[in-house]
């Protein structure tokens, strides 16, 4: 079975410091990967995904992600915080044999302080 | 394109009473998914849709039933809601033969049940 993984349910930085958002995955089969951003009271807003090829997947408003097998993990980084980053990230799991149903992780909620 | 909308927004319900949360797409997409959002859980499949016809169970389904008679709709029905059932509920959609399988996400409907 699928599962996700998120350490840390809050994160804080310092605007203009890195972000690192970390996601484990457990897969017995090739996984999709994905990152979505929730801002307050709103919908999901996918970020960035990850299917097959090039193991760094650049997303939207300077994030980036890097799939590593041998690690099972796809954790989210951005280079410098900006306050509008303040909101809850998601990571999600899904393969092939599952219709593409997502696993979500618990989510962390990032705050940037300024 | 409108995406994925949903109605109502917001709903209050008391204990035993029904409703039906609304779900529509207009990109023909054959999947359509119900995910519940609770605070610290993520985000967990209650049922999904592969195309008119054909439902199946996620993770959560106890409490809910759901039909597909149109690519397009895709209702969720609480036959005698529950305070458990308090929760955010989000509606998605896909294309089948998209090898990224992303999802598509609506804005969401908060349900308090009192």
């Known amino acids: 079975a699928q599962s996700v993984t998120q350490l840390g349910s809050h994160v804080s930085v310092s605007e203009g410091a890195l972000v690192l958002l970390r996601c484990n995955y457990s897969?017995?089969?090739?996984?999709?990967l994905f990152w979505y951003v929730q801002y307050p009271n709103q919908g999901l807003q996918l970020l960035l995904k990850y299917t097959t090829g090039a193991t760094l997947v650049k997303g939207i408003n300077g994030f980036e992600a890097e799939f590593k097998k041998s690690e099972t993990s796809f954790h989210l980084t951005k280079p410098s915080a900006h306050m509008s980053d303040a909101a809850e990230y998601f990571c999600a799991v899904s393969d092939e044999g599952s219709q593409g149903n997502l696993i979500f992780g618990k989510g962390t909620k990032l705050s940037v302080k300024p | 394109n409108a995406g994925v909308t949903q109605t109502p927004k917001f709903q209050v319900l008391k204990t035993g009473q029904s409703m039906t949360l609304q779900c529509a797409q207009d990109m023909n997409h054959e999947y359509m998914s119900w995910y519940r959002q609770d605070p610290g859980m993520g985000l967990r499949l209650i049922h999904y849709?592969?195309?008119?016809?054909?439902?199946d169970q996620g993770e959560v389904p106890n409490g809910y039933n759901v039909s597909r008679s149109t690519t397009e709709d895709f209702p969720l029905r609480l036959l005698s809601a529950a305070p458990s059932q308090t929760s955010v509920y989000f509606c998605a959609s896909r294309q089948l033969g998209d090898r990224s399988y992303e999802q598509y996400f609506g804005p969401g409907t908060r349900l308090t049940v009192t």
């Open positions: 849709s592969v195309g008119a016809g054909i439902t």
């Open positions: 897969s017995s089969v090739p996984p999709y």
